[in-house]
């Protein structure tokens, strides 16, 4: 699947600064050689709510709060017919489209004998900045997946690919800007 993405805010950064996400989401299917299935677009709108807190971890100082392992965030999606429609609509309400990533996804899900892994999703991403590996689903599941392909919790990444792209260009000392493949490249 080849995702095209969108975010959306206000010139103030103002959904940003609040930790939600507003993004819109054109996949296109793709046959085994890479070719695109003709009329499969499918194009989603996605609010992001801000990253869930643990209250209080095992061995923590109480009332000590922090990010949990696992990236938690409620999702509102709505499949959409109009793509550029809708940004037009973000447009007129003042949002600008601020940043365009893309990506190939490869879903896998174990097989139904592997009950622990019902609701789990193996996504594996080839983006401009590299590949990565996203588990989707009960943190149990999460852990016993990550561990089985070799991943221990000190490899569990829990940053944006806007924040992974932002590292990448300071690393490599160039200014940031979008997140596609260079046509040349792909």
Request: net charge neutral; charged share 35%; hydrophobic share 35%.
């Amino acid at each position: 699947m080849h995702e095209w993405n969108v975010i959306f805010d206000t010139p103030e950064g103002g959904l940003a600064k609040h930790g939600q996400l507003l993004r819109i989401r054109t996949e296109t299917p793709l046959t085994a050689k890479g070719k695109t299935v003709d009329g499969e677009k499918r194009i989603l709108l996605t609010l992001k709510s801000p990253a869930v807190r643990d209250n209080e971890v095992e061995g923590d100082a109480p009332g000590f709060s922090r990010v949990s392992r696992h990236k938690v965030r409620e999702e509102f999606e709505l499949e959409v017919k109009d793509g550029a429609m809708l940004a037009k609509i973000f447009e007129g309400l003042g949002m600008r489209g601020w940043f365009t990533y893309e990506k190939y996804r490869t879903t896998y899900r174990l097989p139904g004998s592997q009950k622990w892994a019902k609701a789990l999703l193996i996504e594996v991403d080839e983006t401009p900045i590299g590949d990565f590996v996203e588990l989707e689903g009960p943190p149990e599941a999460i852990d016993r997946a990550a561990q089985e392909l070799g991943f221990a919790r000190r490899d569990y990444i829990v940053k944006s690919y806007l924040g992974l792209y932002l590292e990448d260009r300071r690393k490599k000392g160039e200014p940031p800007s979008n997140m596609v493949f260079d046509s040349k490249k792909k």
